[in-house]
Structures are given as C-alpha cells and as structure tokens.
C-alpha cells in the first residue's frame, strides 16, 4: 500500500453535494485521526465494592437477628410463665414497633423537607444565572408554598403573589421573592446567631471550669443549628440533624471559617478594647466569635436561595457587638 498523503483542502458546501468521493475523504480522514484517540484513552475504573459498607450492614443485619430472637425468646418464656405476661409482652413490641415506624417516617419527613430546600436554592442559583423567567416562577412559587404557614410571611405572600402578574425578568423576580419571604426570616436568624454568640460569650467568660464551657458551647451550637433550620422550614428529624451538622462542619473547612482572621484584631486591637477587658472576657469573646461562624456557615445551607439582593450578616458584626459588650461589662482602669 502507498503511503501517499493526501494534500489540505478547503471544499464548498454544494462542492461537497456533488462529488460525494470528496465528502466520503473527508469523513474517512475525520475517521482515522479520531480512532487513535480513542484506542489510546485509558478505560475506565469499575466501581469499586465498597467492603467497608459491606462489612457494616453485615454486622448490622446480625445484630438486628440476634435482637429478633431474644425478643422472640422472652416472649416465649413470658408465654410459658403465664399467659397475660406473654400477651403484655406483644403489646409492647407492637407498640415499640409502630413507634420505629412513626420515627422513620418522621426521619424520611425531615430528610425530604432538607432536599426540598437543597433543590429551591440550586434552583435559584440556576435560574438567576440564566434568568430564566419560566423556571423563576416556578420557583417562586415553591418559595411562596414552603411558607404558607409562617404568619409572619403572609405580607410578603401577597406582594409576591402580586409581583408574578407583572414582573417578566426570572432574576428580577427572584430577587422580590427573597426581599418579600426571607426579609422577615434573615432578621431573625441574625437575632439567632447574635443572642447565641453573646450567651456562649458571657457564660464562657463567668464559668470556672473548661469542661463546663465546653459542654455549653456545644450544647449552644446544637441549639442553634436546629432552631435555623426550623427557621427556614428544615424542620430535620435526628438523622438529617447529624447530617446538617456534618455539612456544617465540612463548610467551615472549607471557607476557613474556623479562623477568625482579622476582624477579632480590629475590633479588640484597633480599637483599643484589648487593654481593657480581662483573659476570661477575651477568651468569651472568641468563643461567641466561633458560636456565630457556626451559625453563619449554617445560614447558607439552611436558606432556601443564595444572597442575590440582601446582605448577608457578617462575622464584623457580631464582633463588634462582642467587643462593645466585653468592653462594658470589664472592670474600668483608674
């Protein structure tokens, strides 16, 4: 076979119609440059088994087993003891079973309303993006119905429910739907964040002992995220809890959130107020400072849309609020 290569050329359109050789070059040399590519990339990795998921729901399933039959067992020997211990002992596991039932359906519940709120503000993001009008009702609408219930939305319900007559920009009208529902709503849940980071900040700088202070903060951090999350409609059973906190937690990583930079130098340093209060204040402080990353890295999964139009709270805020309560509630030099 001859290696001769055939030379670069430009073909029109109705050149190609009518001499279909050319055209079938072209496809032939497309062809030949496009297998070798494919013939060189690497196959893909099957999926993995994952042994260690294995290995749990293996350990879970005997567990479940063995309890089944030591239950099974004391009913027996409840039944041979006497009759009425043997019928108690099924009512009891009756009732225990249909408790499991209505916790799992309450858990499914509170999974449900925390995809519900994932998939509104992915949504959001998409549709301000793309303003996209159709997709911007729709999701106004999603909005309007999530708080149906929550009294103090009701006016924001109507505007909105007005807006959607008139307005025909899908960001524009995403916009409306978070100054009209979740105004009244990121009021209260900066309220939330301040009020926990000044408890975590007092109580931490009166406690004598560490143990104490680190039982409350954790206790107050937990407190928070559950009441946000209901604050947005979460509502999350105990396993959507433990996962929003994981989330959380995962968050904060990666933002650095964790860190409290140089806004804590500004307000206790630049401003004077490190030589005014004592360690117990400052170290209340800092504690108040992390409370409220917490639950401002907690805001942004538990809100239903992103920030378009509002301002976020920010951690200068609550620091200053710190340093000024530090401040005055420190001994004055004379």
């Known amino acids: 076979m001859s290696d001769k290569r055939r030379r670069p050329a430009a073909f029109r359109v109705d050149a190609e119609a009518a001499n279909p050789s050319a055209a079938q070059i072209l496809v032939e040399e497309l062809a030949d440059t496009a297998l070798p590519a494919m013939i060189e990339s690497p196959p893909r990795a099957g999926r993995r088994i994952g042994w260690s998921r294995i290995f749990l729901g293996a350990i879970l399933s005997l567990v479940s087993l063995a309890f089944g039959l030591w239950i ?109 529902l979740l105004g009244p709503l990121d009021l209260a849940a900066r309220s939330l964040i301040m009020d926990s980071a000044k408890r975590v900040s007092l109580v931490t700088a009166i406690s004598p002992r560490a143990v104490v202070d680190l039982a409350f903060v954790l206790m107050e951090n937990l407190r928070l995220l559950r009441r946000l999350a209901d604050l947005y409609g979460g509502r999350p059973g105990t396993l959507g809890f433990l996962g929003l906190a994981g989330r959380v937690v995962t968050h904060l990583g990666i933002t650095g959130g964790m860190a409290i930079g140089d806004t804590l130098v500004q307000q206790l340093v630049g401003q004077g107020l490190a030589a005014r209060i004592s360690a117990r204040l400052g170290e209340g402080v800092v504690n108040g400072l992390l409370t409220a990353r917490i639950g401002l890295a907690a805001l942004d999964l538990v809100r239903p849309m992103p920030w378009l139009a509002l301002k976020k709270p920010a951690l200068g805020d609550v620091a200053g609020e710190l340093a000024r309560l530090a401040s005055t509630s420190s001994p004055r030099e004379t």
Do not use: C, K, N
């Not at 099924?90 to 079973?97: K, Q, R, S």
């Not at 996209?132 to 149906?148: F, G, I, M």
């Open 72 to 180: 099974d067992q004391l009913v027996r020997d409840l039944f041979a003891r006497a009759d009425w211990l043997g019928w108690i002992a099924i009512g009891l596991v009756v009732l225990a079973v249909l408790a499991l039932l209505v916790m799992a359906v309450g858990e499914l519940a509170g999974l449900g309303r925390l995809g519900r709120i994932d998939r509104i503000r992915a949504g959001v993001e998409t549709a301000a993006v793309s303003d996209d009008e159709v997709r911007a009702r729709s999701l106004a609408r999603d909005l309007s119905a999530l708080y149906a219930s929550r009294p103090q939305t009701a006016r924001g319900r109507a505007a909105l429910a007005e807006h959607l007559r008139h307005v025909v920009e899908g960001r524009d009208l995403l916009i409306l739907a978070e100054r009209e």
